[in-house]
């Protein structure tokens, strides 16, 4: 495969989100052969299984955007000790009514950034469990925590210096981990 297609799912829909600076920020460290499309959620209605057979357009738009993508990337904050609702919410549409799911096999990686010195690590754990039972492999390692600090972000929106080399390896191995998945889906197919 020439070209690996990641939806990115930001899991704060705040205009001055540091998860979706973190985001596009990590996008410029990723590999030439990796194109990144940042998934609305923020105009999804709440899940209602009463809705399964009428689903609103922009849940359909949005399934289609996961079902389009190789990969997959949550950037997500942390809410009470775990991911925003809104998070939820977009995770119980894609994967609605029983036997649609789309996360299905999609392989992902997590990170996130927070003010607190533990970063989001009770989100991610949380993410992971979902993403387990909706059958999404999870890179496992590095883990990414990242506590925002002065110096995380470059005036240009870019990582700073401080962080550039951690967050490399970090887009490295996940560019790795999206490559072999894809790879192997394609054989089993």
């Known amino acids: 495969m020439n070209?690996?297609?990641?939806a990115i799912i930001v899991g704060s829909i705040r205009k001055d989100s540091l998860n979706r600076r973190l985001s596009n920020a990590l996008v410029k460290l990723a590999p030439t052969e990796?194109?990144?499309n940042h998934v609305q959620i923020s105009d999804?209605?709440?899940?209602?299984q009463d809705d399964d057979a009428?689903?609103?357009?922009?849940?359909?738009?949005?399934?289609r955007e996961i079902s389009d993508a190789n990969g997959l990337l949550f950037v997500t904050p942390e809410y009470?000790?775990?991911?925003?609702?809104?998070?939820?919410?977009?995770?119980?549409?894609a994967s609605r009514p029983h036997g649609e799911n789309v996360w299905e096999g999609k392989p992902a990686g997590m990170i996130?950034?927070?003010l607190g010195a533990a970063g989001t690590a009770l989100a991610q754990q949380h993410l992971r469990n979902i993403l387990a039972s909706l059958d999404v492999p999870t890179l496992g390692q590095p883990e990414a925590?990242?506590?925002?600090r002065e110096g995380l972000f470059g005036e240009d929106g870019s990582i700073g210096a401080g962080s550039k080399q951690f967050l490399q390896?970090?887009?490295d191995r996940y560019a790795g981990w999206i490559k072999l998945h894809v790879t192997v889906n394609s054989e089993v197919r």
Not at 3 to 6: A, D, L, N, T
Request: proline share 4%.
């Open 3 to 6: 070209q690996y297609r990641i």
């Open 54 to 63: 009428n689903q609103a357009e922009s849940v359909k738009r949005f399934k």
């Open 112 to 114: 996130g950034v927070a």
């Open 34 to 36: 990796f194109t990144f």
């Open 169 to 171: 390896n970090w887009v």
């Open 44 to 48: 999804l209605p709440l899940y209602n």
């Open 145 to 148: 925590f990242i506590q925002a």
């Open 80 to 93: 009470n000790r775990s991911i925003p609702g809104v998070l939820k919410n977009a995770l119980d549409h």
